[in-house]
């Protein structure tokens, strides 16, 4: 298991570098970047001057997240074309620099959701938020205003300004969308861009929807077990897999994540691992790591991920995940020093105790 940090470049993360060096365990960080407009390509000389900030600091850079996907992809306009020849020069590049996996994902128009980004909790620190009936109230429009607003002037990965003017059309445009349109655009993707991963020898990862479930009518796409079989089967190739990322799936009653994980465990090439305090079907709050402060078995998903040979058949990457905002840190929701630290120093401790103990 190869512990990382998700690390933004280019002075728009309060967190250094340096700082990730001293945690624990943890060897390098998972990056992109993200000033390359979506649908251009990522060139060497792009790739290189980050990869040598990273290992200046004795660090690795196996992992991006991540490319995203340009929009006329997802809804299989004659443009796509251009943008997915793009995106195979992009992992090709990739791939040549070093990075064995690329996590990105398929949702239209927007990225993850929540209603509160520093949301206080009894403990004095504040944590990400969400609260169904008060997302549904919102416009994609409004969400990303009021996300943009508490973001302490970080740009939100995902919400990146260019997506926020076309998000009222897209949303329009995927109304007269079927699931099964969705998926055939997807499928369209991936063959077209997994050969190119197979022949880089970089992982394809995609990342859950967040939350995994229906907003604003449009399609969905890795919710559940289901829908993970579904696209697996879309392209068998095993560079063609998952990001496992717990605070996502976790949320919805139906997924029994150690399940998944055994059943998917061949394709999971990295993890997002945090825990999630369910307030409601819908409703929940992001927590510490840590399994007693949240609804998540953390010590059942990790030995599942270690029954599954996650760092056996292939290197498999974890990182620790969002967290509480604490002892006065101001940093990018989501993507404070404090509480990760905390969160690798455990995960890595559930990892040493299943290893040794054989349990
Ligand atoms: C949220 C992240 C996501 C993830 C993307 C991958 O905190 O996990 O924004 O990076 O969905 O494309």
Redo the contacts with the bound molecule.
């Keep these: 298991m190869k512990m990382i940090l998700?690390w933004f470049p280019y002075s728009d993360d309060s967190v250094t570098l340096r700082q990730i060096r001293q945690i624990p365990g943890v060897g390098g960080v998972?990056s992109?970047l993200p000033k390359i407009p979506v649908g251009e390509v990522w060139t060497k000389d792009d790739i290189a001057a980050l990869k040598s900030i990273v290992a200046e600091s004795g660090l690795e850079m196996e992992v991006i997240?991540?490319?995203?996907?340009h929009e006329d992809i997802k809804k299989g306009l004659p443009s796509r074309d251009r943008y997915i020849d793009n995106y195979i020069k992009t992992i090709t590049n990739l791939g040549g620099a070093g990075v064995r996996v690329l996590?990105?994902?398929f949702?239209p128009v927007m990225?993850?959701a929540r209603s509160d980004l520093a949301k206080p909790l009894p403990d004095g620190s504040t944590v990400m938020s969400y609260v169904h009936d008060e997302v549904v109230k919102m416009n994609p429009e409004t969400i990303a205003k009021s996300m943009e607003g508490k973001s302490r002037g970080y740009s939100?990965?995902?919400w990146e300004p260019e997506r926020l003017g076309a998000m009222a059309a897209d949303i329009e445009f995927y109304k007269s969308f079927t699931q099964d349109m969705y998926w055939s655009n997807m499928k369209y993707f991936l063959d077209a861009v997994i050969p190119a991963a197979e022949a880089a020898d970089v992982r394809m990862a995609?990342?859950?929807d967040?939350p995994p479930w229906p907003l604003f009518d449009l399609p969905k796409v890795i919710t559940d077990a289901r829908r993970v079989r579904t696209f697996l089967s879309l392209n068998d190739s095993p560079y063609n897999g998952l990001?496992f990322?717990t605070?996502?799936l976790g949320v919805n009653e139906e997924n029994d994540l150690p399940a998944m994980i055994r059943e998917f465990g061949g394709r999971i090439h990295f993890a997002?691992i945090r825990n999630v305090r369910k307030l409601g079907a819908k409703d929940f709050d992001e927590c510490a790591h840590l399994s007693d402060c949240g609804s998540l078995d953390l010590f059942g998903i990790v030995k599942a991920l270690y029954d599954s040979g996650f760092d056996k058949r292939f290197t498999g990457y974890v990182r620790p995940?969002?967290g509480r905002m604490i002892w006065g840190e101001q940093a990018r929701p989501?993507?404070g020093l404090y509480d990760r630290a905390i969160g690798a120093a455990y995960i890595e401790g559930l990892w040493e105790a299943i290893g040794k103990m054989g349990v």
């Design positions: 998700r998972a992109c997240e991540s490319v995203n996907i996590c990105y994902n949702m990225d993850w939100l990965p995902g995609i990342h859950p967040d990001t990322c605070g996502s997002h995940d969002h989501g993507y």
